[in-house]
T-cell receptor
Framework: SQTIHQWPATLVQPVGSPLSLECTVEGTSNPNLYWYRQAAGRGLQLLFYSVGIGQISSEVPQNLSASRPQDRQFILSSKKLLLSDSGFYLC?????????????FGDGTRLSIL | DQQVKQNSPSLSVQEGRISILNCDYTNSMFDYFLWYKKYPAEGPTFLISISSIKDKNEDGRFTVFLNKSAKHLSLHIVPSQPGDSAVYFCAASAASGTYKYIFGTGTRLKVLA
């Protein structure tokens, strides 16, 4: 069966520090991968998605970047965090080749910027 | 521009009764709709989906209804249980190679024992 791992679960970072959040998927190949952010009291905002290794699409202009160095690895990064980057970050995957399929989410990372 | 809207931020229902969560969308190109359930500090869990070629899909206590002319979908939970208390998100996508989903802002359901 397929599983998705996301870490760390919580992170407290000072303003201006770098960020690296990692997500890996097991049990499938060539998944579509997604990074979302849920700000307090808000819905899920799609930040980045990827349909293959090295391919990244950005949905909103922001202080973050994403990379997909391997088929089942998705990384969210920032060189200098802002206070507004605080939130709950979620990674998701879906099977990339079979039409309408649900996305499946990791347990998320709670990021607090001080 | 909020293409998927959940206008009720919260809902309280007695245990054993029906819970009805609503979702409206504006993009007529959407052809696949999903409901997710989310507990605090966890990722959303997929509940049920429906394709635009159907108007109803049922899975146990959960039924999703789609009214394409009204651009409206709803999730019915019968009977409601205290463990159903969570935030429910609806999502929609249009047929494309990326399968991006647009999520609503969520409805917090509280089932009272």
């Amino acid at each position: 069966s397929q599983t998705i791992h996301q870490w760390p679960a919580t992170l407290v970072q000072p303003v201006g520090s770098p960020l690296s959040l990692e997500c890996t998927v097991e049990g499938t190949s060539n998944p579509n991968l997604y990074w979302y952010r849920q700000a307090a009291g808000r819905g899920l905002q799609l930040l980045f998605y990827s349909v293959g290794i090295g391919q990244i699409s950005s949905e909103v202009p922001q202080n973050l970047s994403a990379s997909r160095p391997q088929d089942r690895q998705f990384i969210l990064s920032s060189k200098k965090l802002l206070l507004s980057d605080s939130g709950f970050y979620l990674c998701a995957w879906r099977q990339g080749t079979f039409g309408n399929q649900p996305q499946h989410f990791g347990d998320g990372t709670r990021l607090s910027i001080l | 521009d909020q293409q998927v809207k959940q206008n009720s931020p919260s809902l309280s229902v007695q245990e054993g009764r029906i819970s009805i969560l609503n979702c409206d969308y504006t993009n007529s190109m959407f052809d696949y709709f999903l409901w997710y359930k989310k507990y605090p500090a966890e990722g959303p869990t997929f509940l049920i989906s429906i394709s635009s070629i159907k108007d109803k899909n049922e899975d146990g206590r959960f039924t999703v209804f789609l009214n394409k002319s009204a651009k409206h979908l709803s999730l019915h939970i019968v009977p409601s249980q205290p463990g159903d208390s969570a935030v429910y998100f609806c999502a929609a996508s249009a047929a494309s190679g990326t399968y991006k989903y647009i999520f609503g802002t969520g409805t917090r359901l509280k089932v009272l024992a």
